[in-house]
C-alpha cells in the first residue's frame, strides 16, 4: 500500500528547531508589551493622587487657588479680601498656559458666581478652573 498523505515538509529542520522557530514570535512580543510597560511607567513625574480617608486627606487644609469665594461673595486673593475694583489688579496676570483657580464655597449663590465671572471675563480671563471639594 501506498502512503496518500505525504510527510509533513520540514525543511530539514528537525522538531526541536521547529518550535524554536515557532515561539521566537511569541517571545518578540512578550519582550515589546515588557518594554512598553516599562516606559508607560516612567512617561509621568506625578506622585499618585491620594486615596480617599487618607489621613492626609482628613486634615483641615486651604485649596491651592488663585482665588477663594466665600459664602457671602467676598472674594479673597493671598488672604486678603479685595475689593471689586482692587480684584483685577490683585490675581496674577491672564495666562494662555495657565488656569485661574477659583476655589468656591460651596453654598454660594449661582448669580454670585456669574457676576464673578463676568468680572473675570471683562479682565481678560478666558481659561478658569472652578476647584471642587469631593463629597464625604
Known amino acids: 500500500m501506498t502512503d496518500l498523505v505525504p510527510p509533513p515538509a520540514t525543511s530539514g529542520k528537525g522538531l526541536l528547531e521547529r518550535v524554536e522557530d515557532a515561539l521566537l514570535p ?61 480684584l483685577l489688579a490683585s490675581l496674577p496676570e491672564p495666562d494662555d498656559q495657565a488656569s485661574l483657580r477659583i476655589a468656591a464655597d460651596q453654598s454660594l449663590t449661582m448669580a454670585d458666581l456669574e457676576d464673578l465671572l463676568g468680572v473675570l471675563e471683562a479682565g481678560g480671563y478666558t481659561d478658569v478652573l472652578l476647584l471642587t471639594e469631593p463629597g464625604a
Open 26 to 86: 511569541l517571545i518578540n512580543l512578550v519582550f515589546l508589551l515588557l518594554m512598553f510597560f516599562i516606559v508607560a511607567g516612567q512617561l509621568t513625574e506625578d506622585p499618585l493622587p491620594e486615596l480617599p480617608g487618607s489621613s492626609q486627606l482628613k486634615e483641615e487644609r486651604a485649596p491651592e487657588a488663585d482665588l477663594m469665594v466665600k459664602a457671602d461673595g467676598s472674594w479673597t486673593v493671598g488672604g486678603e479680601t479685595v475689593s471689586r475694583d482692587r
